[in-house]
C-alpha cells in the first residue's frame, strides 16, 4: 500500500469524478483482499540506527526513522514522528529463508520454530519474531507497519498497544549492553497535538485485513521485495 491509499482532499489536483463510476463492476473485495495482505500489504516504518544500510550509505542521519516503501525507494520522517495506532498482530519472520516466509499466529509450529531459530543466533539466524503494529500517518495520509522484533524493540510494545486507537509519538533512546555495545530503540508516548484522524470506512477496511491476514497460513515474497534492514545489535 502507497500513500495513494489514502482518500485524497478535493483539490486542484484531484479530477471531480465519482471513483464508484470507475471500478468494474465484477471487482470483488473479498477476492482483491487476498492480493493485499501479509508482506506486501502496507510500506513500513524503519528506525534507522548506525548498523542500518540506509545510514551506512549517508543517506538518512542515525536516529531518524524512514518510511520504507521498497528497497530503494523510502521517505525520511524524521527523529520522531505523529502517528495513530490503529492495530496489533504477531509476527514471525524468515528473511534468511528463500523464498522468504512469514507467519501471523504463534501457536503454529512453523511461529514457533522461526522464534526458536532467532534466539539460538540472534545476530545471524535470519529470522525475526515478534509486534507489528498498524500505524496511520497523517502527514503522509498513508498506514504503514511498524515491526518490534528485536529484543529491546519489544519492550516497547505494551506502551504502544496501550495507544491503540489513540495517537502517539514515536521516537527514540539509546541503550547499550555490557559490551559497551549502542544502538537505538523505539520510544513510544501519548501525542501531545492533535492529529487528523483516517477516513473511517478505509480504517474499518484497513485493519481488517491487516489483523485477518491468514494467521495459520505462510506468506511468501522475495528478499528484495521484503527490503530487511535491521539495526544490530538487538
Not at 502496507?42 to 542515525?62: D, P
Not at 521516537?171 to 559490551?179: D, Q, T, Y
Not at 470506512?201 to 481488517?208: G, L, M
Request: proline share 6%; hydrophobic share 40%; with cysteine.
Amino acid at each position: 500500500m502507497s500513500e495513494a491509499l489514502a482518500t485524497p482532499a478535493q483539490n486542484a489536483n484531484t479530477l471531480p469524478v465519482n471513483t464508484e463510476n470507475l471500478v468494474a463492476k465484477s471487482f470483488d473485495e473479498t477476492a482483491a483482499a487476498k492480493f493485499v495482505t501479509g508482506i506486501d500489504f502496507l510500506v513500513r516504518i524503519q528506525l534507522c540506527g548506525s548498523s542500518t544500510n540506509l545510514c551506512k550509505e549517508g543517506k538518512i542521519a542515525v536516529g531518524n526513522y524512514a518510511l520504507i516503501k521498497n528497497k530503494n525507494e523510502f521517505v525520511d520522517l524524521g527523529k520522531s514522528l505523529n502517528v495513530w495506532v490503529c492495530a496489533l498482530r504477531m509476527k514471525a519472520l524468515a528473511f534468511g529463508d528463500d523464498p522468504v516466509t512469514v507467519y501471523y499466529d504463534p501457536k503454529t509450529p512453523e511461529f514457533q520454530d522461526i522464534v526458536r531459530r532467532a534466539e539460538a543466533d540472534k545476530q545471524n539466524s535470519g529470522c525475526m519474531a515478534g509486534f507489528e503494529f498498524l500505524l496511520y500517518i497523517p502527514d503522509k495520509r498513508t498506514y504503514a507497519t511498524f515491526f518490534l522484533s528485536s529484543a529491546s524493540a519489544r519492550n516497547e510494545a505494551p506502551s504502544l498497544k496501550a495507544l491503540i486507537t489513540k495517537t502517539a509519538t514515536l521516537s527514540s533512546a539509546l541503550a547499550e549492553n555490557k559490551k559497551k555495545q549502542k544502538w537505538h530503540v523505539p520510544k513510544a508516548l501519548t501525542c501531545s497535538v492533535p492529529l487528523a484522524p483516517p477516513d473511517m470506512e478505509e480504517f474499518a477496511s484497513v485493519t481488517s485485513r491487516f489483523v485477518n491476514a491468514m494467521p495459520s497460513s505462510v506468506k511468501k515474497a522475495d528478499a528484495a521485495k521484503v527490503g530487511v534492514d535491521a539495526d544490530r545489535p538487538q
